[in-house]
Nanobody, 124 residues
Framework: QVQLVESGGGLVQAGGSLRLSCAASGRTFSSYGMGWFRQAPGKEREFVATISWSGGSTNYADSVKGRFTISRDNAKNTVYLQMNSLKPEDTAVYYC?????????????????WGQGTQVTVSS
């Protein structure tokens, strides 16, 4: 298991940007596939983006493709989500997750460790 702590959420106007960070504990961070998910009020949690253990492979939900970028720094045990051109519909609690699969898609069941979430609110 790996412990995950998200940060960087907040309130931003539509069209603005935020960068979320997820700090992981443990010496095996570099072997995990990582992902970001989000849950809007009254909705199911949904996949946002994933990144492979090396950072060489990424996947994005269609709704964020071209606006969000997932990256990782294995030396710092941290994964990031750069969010640009934010829209009100991006408002949600954003969760970081770790998977024992080195290359992972957007299936929640593949992720065994979750952070507590960070709130992102985009005003119109």
């Amino acid at each position: 298991q790996v412990q995950l702590v998200e940060s960087g959420g907040g309130l931003v106007q539509a069209g603005g940007s935020l960068r979320l960070s997820c700090a992981a504990s443990g010496r095996t961070f570099s072997s995990y596939g990582m992902g970001w998910f989000r849950q809007a009020p009254g909705k199911e949690r949904e996949f946002v983006a994933t990144i492979s253990w090396s950072g060489g492979s990424t996947n994005y939900a269609d709704s964020v493709k071209g606006r969000f970028t997932i990256s990782r720094d294995n030396a710092k045990n941290t994964v990031y989500l750069q969010m640009n051109s934010l829209k009100p519909e991006d408002t949600a609690v954003y969760y970081c997750a770790a998977s024992p699969l080195r290359v992972v898609g957007g299936v929640e069941a593949d992720f065994g460790s979750w952070g507590q979430g960070t709130q992102v609110t985009v005003s119109s």
